[in-house]
Every structure is written in C-alpha cells, then in structure tokens.
C-alpha cells in the first residue's frame, strides 16, 4: 500500500503503517490521520509524540496497558486512562496512535 | 473454561541461555515474554550460560547489521516483570559480575513507586530450587 502526502508516495504495510520508520514526518502523521479518520488535537500530539519518544527509549510499542500508565505517570492521572485514551483513538490508542506516530504495531497486539 | 481455571495464576519461568545474536532464541524469547505479559500470570526469567550477554551493558550491533534490542529489557518493569535471575556460576564463568549487566528496575506499586532492582544474582542451588517451584518452564 501507499500513502499520498502532498505528492510524495510513501509506502504502509497492508494495515497502513509506515514501512521505513525514518521517513515519519508532521505531515506523514497528518495523512495518516486522515485515513484513520481522526482529527489531531494538541492531546492526540500529546500521545503520539509519548509514543515516538517510548520507542527511542525502548524499542518497542507499548502495549496499551502499558501505555496508559506510562502516560498517567507522565501527563498525569485524568489522562493516563483508556476511556481518556480510547475517547482520542477509538480504534485502539495503541493501534491508532502508533500507526500515526509511524511505529510498528505494538508487540502483543495480533 | 470452568470460572475456577481462568482465574488461576500459574508461575512461568523464561529460561535464557543463548548469546543474544547469532539465533533468533533470545529476541524470540523476549517478544513472548511480553506478549505473555498481557495474561496477568506471575512471570520470572532466568539467565545462565551464554544468556547472560542478553542483559550485558553496552551492547553495539552496527558491525553485525542487526537492530540492537537491548534497551526493550529495561522495558520489562513496565510491563510488571520484575524478578530476573542470573545465575553467578556463568557470570564467574566468563569474568562478568552485576555491574557489566544493565540496571533493569521496576517501580513497586505498593511501596509508593519506589525504584527497585529487578535483577537477582542467584547460585546453581537456589535456580534449581527456583525451577523446582514453576508449573511452566519455557526454554530459549
């Protein structure tokens, strides 16, 4: 599959994730979000950019229990719960939010 | 499923004992390792032999050509794995001891997030003993 950002054709996997991690950019992000129908607020930033900084740190996506409590440690309790989370994804935050941030799909999720 | 057997928790033990490249066994290890994490059972790993390597600090895979997956264990504490046993004997086998080894902690829930270590130095006695106690023992 690819993904058409302003011209440029880059290439997803067949669930639309990003193939090459290292082309992510705003915009890749922006379209992405657009397929999966969502409309990026400064909180869904919020997350993608946890997530983009997780995986530098770890190597890995989080599972999405671990990354509620990663956030709520981070950004504090009223976030860090899957009904805060799953209101910005509803399709999975750790699906959604991963795909967006140009991350494979989270270890744990089949 | 009888409402008995689902909420049972069994005792797991991730036994490792391959260097980390070269096989698959211990990035294969891992990857189930945090899978399993999802199920909520209570989960130890142990480290012997050459498997000792795959929690080594300083780890480089540039010259190999492979993804260096050694900063996913630190992970571990997140996904509430905290017990990992290292055997001293393969340590002393190969002039390692705990501070050539990565500083994997967790943050204890119920004593007010406090960072403890995850990593148990344990000698061949208490392994066996430690093996003695699982109902599964998963090999890598």
């Known amino acids: 599959m690819a993904l058409d950002v302003g011209g440029k054709v880059v290439e997803t996997d067949e669930e639309g994730y990003l193939s090459n991690r290292d082309e992510w950019s705003n915009e890749i992000a922006k379209a992405i979000s657009v397929a999966e129908g969502i409309d990026m607020s400064d909180n869904h930033w919020e997350v993608v950019n946890f997530l983009r900084e997780y995986y530098e740190e770890y190597q890995i996506a989080p599972a999405v229990r671990v990354l509620t409590k990663a956030i709520g440690k981070k950004l504090g309790k009223d976030k860090g719960n899957s009904k805060y989370l799953y209101e910005l994804f509803p399709y999975g935050p750790a699906k959604q939010a991963c795909k967006i941030a140009g991350l494979p799909k989270p270890t744990g999720c089949v | ?140």
């Open chain 2, 1 to 140: 499923m009888s409402e008995e057997a689902s909420g049972v928790v069994k005792k797991f033990l991730y036994i490792n004992r391959k260097a980390p490249y070269g096989t698959v066994y211990a990035l294969e290890s891992l990857e189930v390792v945090l899978i399993a994490a999802a199920f909520d059972q209570d989960v130890s790993l142990a480290f012997f032999d050459d498997g000792v390597y795959q929690i080594a600090k300083g780890m480089d895979t540039k010259a190999i050509g492979q993804k260096n997956f050694s900063p996913t264990y630190k992970a571990l504490g997140d996904y509430d794995i905290n017990k990992i046993y290292v055997s001293k004997e393969s340590l002393d086998a190969r002039g390692l001891s705990k501070d050539d080894l990565m500083d994997l902690k967790y943050e204890d829930e119920d004593d007010d997030w406090a960072e403890k270590d995850s990593i148990h130095i344990v000698n061949s006695e208490e392994l066996a003993d430690l093996m003695d106690s699982q109902d599964v023992i998963l090999s890598f």
